[in-house]
């Protein structure tokens, strides 16, 4: 029973960070009706970001704004410079900016701090918080930073103004052009947004994958499993699913014999292909149907 709880707590640390993934995700996809492939490596250079601006001796927190800041500003500007122009462009043509914009940031990463592991530090410590070390206190504060982070979203896109158009620009952008929002900067905004909060998922889960430009691929398939799980058209059943996912592979790398940590991936891949099969538009996903 202690494994268990032990299994489901460490999980519920690592769905919050592919929450996060799995939210940026989506706020991408409502946007352009494209998954951004480059989400994990955007994190990842932000990550690269925090530490730099630690190493020249700005405090983590201080770092943490910093990063979230530049990622917002980077987020928006990718959309303005590199996805406005092909808006309308066929399906492919997006996929390949996609690619070109992960190999353009790994590689850069790269270049500019070099392939080596590096280690990311932790402003809550490694301490258990609880008497049978059910859960330390990064992974504690994992999930304080990510509900925090969901609850400011909620109430952004609930009760304010800027939310709301950014909701219904994303909803029915014709009908919002018609009352005067401004489609096309309520897109950058999403990019900005989704950046930014994917920089916040990148700074968690490094001090546990440790920093080098290939972190966070793995992180990225898990939000991709969260997100189709919940449903891409539903930005509160992407977070759910990352929650989700975090637990179920957890409990299958523990309890199902063969698995293991190394198999772990796997589990992420055969549930996407899984909800693909029997519910393609996701557990809390809408149905799209279209009049010809």
């Not at 850069?108 to 701090?113: I, M, S, T, V």
């Not at 929002?181 to 920089?199: E, F, K, P, Q």
């Not at 898990?222 to 992407?238: D, K, R």
Request: proline letters at 4%; charged letters at 10%; hydrophobic letters at 60%.
């Amino acid at each position: 029973m202690e494994l268990l709880l032990q299994q489901v707590m460490a999980g519920l640390a690592a769905g919050s960070i592919y929450a996060c993934m799995a939210l940026s995700v989506v706020m991408i996809y409502q946007a352009i009706d494209h998954l951004n492939f480059a989400q994990g490596e955007m994190a990842m250079f932000s990550t690269f970001i925090a530490w730099q601006c630690m190493q020249w001796g700005l405090p983590y927190w201080l770092a943490f704004i910093v990063a979230v800041v530049v990622s917002f500003i980077g987020g928006v500007l990718i959309e303005r410079v590199l996805f406005r122009p092909i808006h309308n462009a066929p399906v492919l043509s997006n996929l390949v900016a996609f690619i070109a914009l992960y190999g353009i940031l790994n590689s850069g990463a790269g270049y500019l701090w070099d392939f080596t592991i590096k280690q990311f530090p932790t402003p809550f410590g490694t301490k258990p918080i609880f008497a049978n070390g059910l859960m330390d206190a990064h992974e504690a504060g994992m999930i304080g930073v990510t509900l925090v982070l969901l609850a400011l979203l909620y109430v952004f896109f609930r009760g304010t103004r800027l939310g709301l158009a950014m909701r219904a620009a994303a909803a029915n952008p014709e009908s919002a052009r018609l009352v005067g929002i401004r489609v096309g900067w309520m897109t950058a905004l999403g990019w900005g947004m989704a950046a930014a909060i994917g920089a916040v998922a990148g700074m968690l889960i490094a001090p546990v994958v440790f920093l080098e430009p290939n972190m966070m691929l793995g992180v990225l398939l898990y939000g991709f499993a969260g997100a189709v799980l919940g449903g891409l058209t539903s930005p509160g059943g992407a977070v759910a699913g990352g929650f989700a996912v975090g637990v179920i592979e957890n409990l299958a790398g523990t309890f199902i014999p063969y698995v293991g940590r190394e198999l772990k991936l796997t589990i992420a891949l055969i549930l996407i292909v899984a909800v693909l099969m029997v519910r393609p538009s996701g557990l809390f996903g809408r149905n799209v149907v279209s009049r010809v």
